[in-house]
């Protein structure tokens, strides 16, 4: 009997450390913010999975300078196919981010921030590819998914957006480093934790 609850008492405590790790919280910490100033991110070595890598981006003032929203529809699609533990579905949407990645064309931009989006599609491309190459490796898919977020996050910076957008983030994700994710909808949809833990997560900011 002592054996059956010292098992018990460690199952719940493990419970509650995921449930605590998870910060399972949709709610906006700090409120509505516009893109800030600021964001390093890099990918220049193209591993992913990391989020110590930088890169200096520039920030959008308010003038849109090309239309991500085909970029962003194929995007969204990929992420609600994870959230479902679809990797084949993921692997045909992002097949179309692709696609819509390296048909983008922005308007507009200075010299520095034309290099600073090239750079970033070049990653983006990338990532797409691989997530579209490993229909049947859905944790393959969910790394790569750490550094395309990133990208997807830093296009906007610069680019601009009419969308009011998301940017949400799982304490789990990436080897328990966490990771961010873009979303058009305030409720937590985590395609990193899929069917096992869906709504993991909360807003960091509101991109708008």
Known sequence: MKKINLKLMIALIGGSLILASCGNNSNTENGSHHHEEGMEHDHSNHEHGSIDEKRNVSTNTGEMKGDLSVVLRNYFAMNENLVQDEASGAADASEKLMVSLKEFKASGLSEEEQKEVNEILESAIENAEHISKNAGEIS?????????????????????????????????????????WISSKEEISNPYMGSSMPKCGKVNRVIE
């Open 140 to 180: 393959h898919q969910r790394e790569h998914l750490v550094s395309l977020s990133t990208d997807v996050k830093d296009l906007i910076s610069i680019v601009g957006t009419s969308q009011k957008l998301y940017e949400d983030f799982c304490p789990m994700a990436n080897n328990n480093e966490g990771a961010i």
